[in-house]
DNA sequence: ATGCATGAGAG
DNA sequence: TCTCATGCATA
């Protein structure tokens, strides 16, 4: 049942970038953090007064460390977007722009995941090994913040589209019913509701998974569950260089 | 901003 | 098979 693997936090391994080879990455993240930058200015350790309360909800003491503390990276991602939009500099453009760099081991990352970081929609472990990444290269573009970014990249040949599924309201509402009673259904029982919903086995399968993925995202998780930060779960829209233009 | 998907790694 | 980090496609 609890197979609560708990692996250590791995990162890029996409199929579509064959430019990097992503050797064991987490292993020079932890190098990539001392490397990087010491602390941020002002915003260490904000406030532990809902440390603990938090810390004790949680049955845990590491994130009392600066770094690893949900308030921390909540401050920080906060920061990096002002800073970001600040300098006219897209999702996107930061995660391409990544891979300039030169950090061994880091590659470009896509315009969903910086976003994802800004939004908090990862899961902690995730955050914590994105953030000295983003915070290099945020350090990298105030400095040089007289130039101009430069991003290329214009290489298209005839590539498959890939086609995304989409689950009817209906059958996403079933979907959502049978997690709340079981979010891990077994091989079978997945395939008896996709033959309930007419769906394909490995869809449900996929959407369970994901689902799963959703609840340990820092937003959802139990660092975050209390009034204040649902209420602060409101999500910004000033981040596309479409809403930037606009104004 | 987010839904569905992939693939490495672990079990 | 699952988790986890991540991304393409799309709302």
Redo the contacts with the bound molecule.
Sequence with gaps: MM???????????????PEHK?P??HSSSEAIRRACLPTPPGLVAAHHGAAGQVGAAAGLASICDSDTDPRELEAFAERFKQRRIKLGVT?ADV?SALANLKIPGV??????????F??L??????MI??KPILQAWLEEAEGAQREKMNKPELFNGG?????????AAPE?RSLEAYFAVQ?????EK?AAIAEKLDL?K??V??????Q???Q?RMKFSKYFCTPKYNREMR??????KANMRTE
């Design positions: 197979s609560m693997n708990s692996k250590q936090p791995h990162f890029a391994m996409h199929p579509t970038l992503y064991s990455l999702q995660g590659g470009s990352l896509s315009q969903s995941t910086i976003c994802r800004e939004s929609t990862l899961s902690h472990n995730n090994g994105l590539e498959k589209k890939r086609k995304r599924t989409s689950i996403k979010p891990r259904p077994s091989s997945i394909k490995n869809v399968r996929v959407w369970f998974c994901n799963r993925q959703k340990k999500p910004s829209t000033l981040t596309n």
